[in-house]
């Protein structure tokens, strides 16, 4: 069964970080690109950082480049996101997904697998 696991969110203050991780069974990092998506409230899902399969490559949307960092670790099969310099407009449900190709997707319809989210409040 394969099932991912997103732990790691919580209440920070703008300018703060958090670590977000997501703990994957029954399916091998290096047979998945992983991603990070997140929902804001009343907003739609927006990608938000992505690793290759190979773990040769990063993506990352506009608005979260040079404050957010995807790295996985095959070892733990645990894909994290390191959230640095954050802002209130970070806040939202953050998920985890996977899909079976080298590449990452934007689009959320193409990805397998997804975790239970957990939810980031950036508020002073």
């Known amino acids: 069964e394969v099932q991912l696991q997103a732990s790691g969110g919580g209440l920070v203050q703008p300018g703060g970080s958090l670590r977000l991780s997501c703990v994957a069974s029954?399916?091998?990092?290096?047979?998945?690109?992983m991603s990070w998506l997140r929902q804001a409230p009343g907003k739609g899902l927006e990608f938000v950082s992505a690793i290759t399969r190979s773990g040769d490559r990063t993506y990352y949307a506009d608005s979260v480049k040079g404050r957010f960092t995807i790295s996985r670790d095959t070892a733990k099969n645990t894909v994290y996101l390191q959230m640095n310099s954050m802002k209130p407009e970070d806040t939202a449900v953050y998920y985890c997904?996977?899909?079976?190709?080298?590449?990452?997707?934007?689009?959320?319809?193409?990805?397998?697998?997804w975790g239970q989210g957990t939810l980031v409040t950036v508020s002073s």
């Open positions: 997904a996977a899909r079976p190709y080298h590449y990452y997707s934007s689009r959320p319809t193409d990805y397998n697998y």
């Open positions: 029954g399916l091998p990092l290096e047979d998945f690109a």
